[in-house]
């Protein structure tokens, strides 16, 4: 490296070189379970408590997705930054909102309209929703996951 002259790299080359590096060394296996598999593995894991390994993924799925432009992030990710996010019950909930951002990680599958199944990047569940509008006058959002009811615009818990 000292014979080469000053790179210009940003995080999200250096993301997208990595993640492309793991696409073609690993292709089809997820990038963000091998990264779980390894925190849950860390010294600080083994030796205290796994607990705060979700919260790091989300933060670093959520790092990850804003640094690289959206080209990128559908070549590595298949996950489209012009696409509204909807927060991920599951990641969200394993996380806990006090220890860092919520987790707004999940997109449907193509633009459609009423569709009524997403996906998260993450911890790649799919999450199955109601198409009605959000009783939280300040949310203008219609995505109601069926099983506990709660905007997945918002996160507010949806009331009748």
């Given at each position: 490296?000292y014979s080469?002259?000053?790179?210009?790299?940003?995080?999200?080359?250096?993301?997208?070189?990595?993640?492309?590096?793991?696409k073609?060394?690993?292709?089809?296996?997820?990038w963000?379970?091998?990264?779980?598999?390894?925190?849950?593995?860390?010294?600080?894991?083994?030796l205290?408590?796994?607990?705060?390994v979700?919260?790091q993924?989300?933060?670093?799925?959520?790092?990850?997705?804003?640094?690289?432009?959206?080209?990128?992030?559908?070549e590595?990710?298949?996950?489209d930054?012009?696409?509204?996010?909807?927060l991920?019950?599951?990641?969200?909930?394993?996380s806990?909102?006090?220890?860092g951002?919520?987790?707004?990680?999940?997109q449907f599958?193509?633009?459609?309209?009423?569709?009524?199944?997403?996906?998260?990047?993450?911890?790649?569940?799919?999450i199955?929703?109601e198409?009605?509008?959000?009783?939280?006058?300040d949310?203008?959002g219609?995505?109601?996951?069926?099983?506990?009811?709660?905007?997945?615009?918002?996160?507010?818990?949806y009331?009748?």
């Amino acid at each position: 490296m000292y014979s080469v002259g000053k790179l210009d790299f940003d995080s999200g080359d250096l993301f997208w070189i990595i993640l492309r590096f793991y696409k073609f060394l690993f292709p089809g296996s997820s990038w963000f379970s091998a990264r779980s598999n390894y925190l849950e593995n860390s010294q600080e894991a083994v030796l205290h408590s796994a607990d705060w390994v979700q919260s790091q993924l989300v933060r670093e799925a959520i790092r990850l997705i804003d640094s690289l432009n959206n080209a990128a992030g559908l070549e590595i990710l298949s996950f489209d930054k012009s696409r509204r996010r909807y927060l991920c019950p599951f990641c969200d909930h394993e996380s806990g909102d006090t220890f860092g951002p919520r987790a707004y990680l999940c997109q449907f599958a193509s633009r459609g309209k009423n569709q009524t199944k997403l996906k998260c990047l993450l911890c790649e569940e799919p999450i199955l929703v109601e198409r009605k509008s959000c009783t939280n006058k300040d949310c203008k959002g219609d995505v109601i996951w069926t099983e506990d009811q709660i905007c997945l615009t918002c996160g507010e818990a949806y009331s009748d």
